[in-house]
């Protein structure tokens, strides 16, 4: 008897039990190494978990189960590896990123963000152009994403992005998109106060959930409902 078609997309990452990324090559599970590359094929019990899961259609998570997803993985970075928060990262536009922020007009502004969660837009001199998750509450945030995915390089589900997923977006393309207004944000490089830690693709859709948002001038909840 022929042996069953596998029907997932080459390319597909998964991350498997053992902590390590796995590539889906075609016919088999290769790990994913820093440089981007594949390596070793995955063991037996972990290259069957990743295809149970590639085929396994994603469940529609409550916002309350996203969110406490999105903790997990916060939770899980941190502990990882909490060097990632302060490594260096090239500012890129069509990424996403978060940082530590000191508004310059602080004492004019009605309110703002301290650790802003944005896609850059644009980078200009002295500093760049970005839309901030933040001032959109979690659910409004999902369905944004949802809007801003038909502008990305790389299409299917975000999960299966790889590192060079990015956004080609500029200002004049999102700005009819709903609550586009209420997020657009420019930044001063001498205002940055901490490293700039880029979101890998894979983690757009948990990291738009994290609560991490911090505003001073306003609460959350008075922001989101401007």
């Given at each position: 008897?022929?042996?069953?078609?596998?029907?997932?997309?080459?390319?597909?990452?998964?991350?498997?039990?053992?902590?390590n990324?796995?590539?889906?090559?075609?016919?088999?599970?290769?790990?994913?190494?820093?440089?981007?590359?594949?390596?070793?094929?995955?063991?037996?019990?972990?290259?069957?978990?990743?295809?149970?899961?590639?085929?396994?259609?994603?469940k529609?998570?409550?916002?309350?189960?996203?969110?406490?997803?999105?903790g997990?993985?916060?939770?899980d970075?941190?502990?990882?590896?909490?060097?990632?928060?302060?490594?260096?990262?090239k500012?890129?536009?069509?990424k996403?990123?978060?940082?530590g922020?000191?508004?310059?007009?602080?004492?004019?502004?009605?309110?703002?963000?301290?650790?802003?969660?944005?896609i850059?837009?644009?980078?200009?001199?002295?500093?760049?152009?970005?839309?901030?998750?933040?001032?959109l509450?979690?659910?409004?945030?999902?369905?944004?994403?949802?809007?801003?995915?038909?502008?990305?390089?790389?299409?299917?589900?975000?999960?299966?992005f790889?590192?060079?997923?990015?956004?080609?977006v500029?200002?004049?393309?999102?700005?009819?998109?709903?609550?586009?207004?209420?997020?657009?944000?420019k930044?001063?490089?001498?205002q940055?106060?901490?490293?700039?830690?880029?979101?890998?693709?894979?983690?757009?859709?948990?990291?738009?959930?994290?609560?991490?948002?911090?505003?001073?001038?306003?609460?959350?909840k008075?922001?989101?409902?401007?």
């Open positions: 008897m022929p042996k069953k078609q596998i029907s997932i997309p080459v390319g597909t990452e998964i991350k498997g039990k053992d902590r990324v796995y590539r889906w090559l075609g016919a088999q599970w290769g790990r994913v190494e820093r440089s981007g590359k594949t390596g070793r094929m995955a063991r037996k019990i972990i290259s069957d978990d990743l295809t149970s899961r590639a085929l396994t259609p994603k529609k998570l409550s916002t309350y189960k996203k969110s406490k997803n999105a997990s993985w916060f939770k970075k941190v502990g990882e590896s909490a060097k990632g928060f302060r490594s260096k990262t500012l890129m536009p069509g996403m990123y978060t940082f922020y000191d508004a310059k007009h602080k004492k004019t502004l009605p309110y703002w963000d301290r650790f802003p969660l944005i850059v837009l644009d980078v200009y001199k002295g500093g760049f152009i970005g839309l901030n998750f933040h001032y509450k979690p659910t409004d945030r999902e369905r944004f994403l949802n809007k801003l995915l038909k502008f990305a390089n790389q299409k299917g589900d975000p999960e299966t790889d590192s060079k997923a990015m956004f080609n500029t200002w004049d393309a999102v700005k009819s998109i709903p609550n586009a207004d209420k997020m657009i944000h930044y001063l490089y001498s940055v106060k901490t490293s700039l830690m880029e979101s890998h693709p894979r983690e757009w859709e948990n990291v738009i959930y994290l609560p991490y948002q911090q505003f001073v001038g306003a609460t959350a008075s922001v989101w409902s401007k």
